[in-house]
């Protein structure tokens, strides 16, 4: 096993992650780092929970020009929640090794006039969704012509029907010597077809046995909810598992009806 160092990771960095108890990298971090920081187009597929958030901040965190005051690496995601998520981990990573970067999340949904404000400070890391990139790049709030890491995470859903055409249109406003770095826990055959098309990148797929887990869905209507928690509990061998209902109102509903069931349960609530 390699440490974060051999891997070309910054003094800096490594030393804030091994603060935090990141005293090794996974294997998707062994072997994503290296090929990332020499800028190779890229395609890095390992299951969910090994660490591919940091196989790409870290190379790409080591590779900013400090002094540049313009985005420079360019992070999508297919939900705004996963976009926020990697903005409070790349923040945390800059804030922790004191580097001079900035980092802005732009999601659709959010007060567009605050996040031209945070544009005017300048950041050199942007996250966020596809179509929100589009817009503000459309208003002329939004430069990417100093863009040189591409990153799509959950790369198998930004190439997907749904989100294919935004996602193609932001590739389009970049410049063309930029790198492309796709992450994905899966990475599908179509998903692999249609990112060569676009990248021709190299894959690096990992399998780690370890840190999967069989998981189980099961969809109900929010009256049928409780009783299927119930049945699920006793049938399954659950440690943990998530609820989701439409609005806050019967999240706190449910909380009640599971705990009065005995189940031990808590809301989280935006």
Known sequence: MSTFRE???????????????????????????????????????APTGTGKTF???????????????????????????????????????????????????????ANIKRQIEGLKKKPQIVTGSAARILELSRMGKLRLSDMQILVLDEFDRLLGKQLADDVRAVIRLLPQNRQALLLSATAPTAAIRAADGLFAPRIIRVEDAQTT???????????DKIKAVQKLTRRLPI????????????????????????????????
């Open 7 to 45: 891997l070309g990771v910054p003094q800096q960095l490594a030393a804030a992650l091994e603060k935090r108890g990141i005293k090794e990298p996974t294997p998707i971090q062994e072997a994503f780092i290296p090929a990332a920081g020499g800028g190779e187009n890229l395609v890095g597929a």
């Open 55 to 109: 196989a790409y901040l870290l190379p790409s965190l080591a590779r900013i020009d400090m002094n540049l005051r313009a985005v420079q690496l360019l992070i999508l995601a297919p939900t705004h929640e996963l976009a926020v998520q990697i903005a409070d981990a790349a923040r945390t990573l800059v804030q922790a090794v004191e580097l001079p970067l900035t980092v802005q999340a732009l999601i659709g949904g």
């Open 213 to 223: 887990c069989e998981n189980y869905y099961h969809r109900a209507a929010f009256r």
């Open 239 to 270: 440690r943990r598992g998530i609820v989701f209902v439409g609005r806050g109102f019967d999240a706190e509903r449910a909380v009640e009806k599971l705990r009065y069931e005995g189940i031990r349960a808590v809301s989280l609530l935006g």
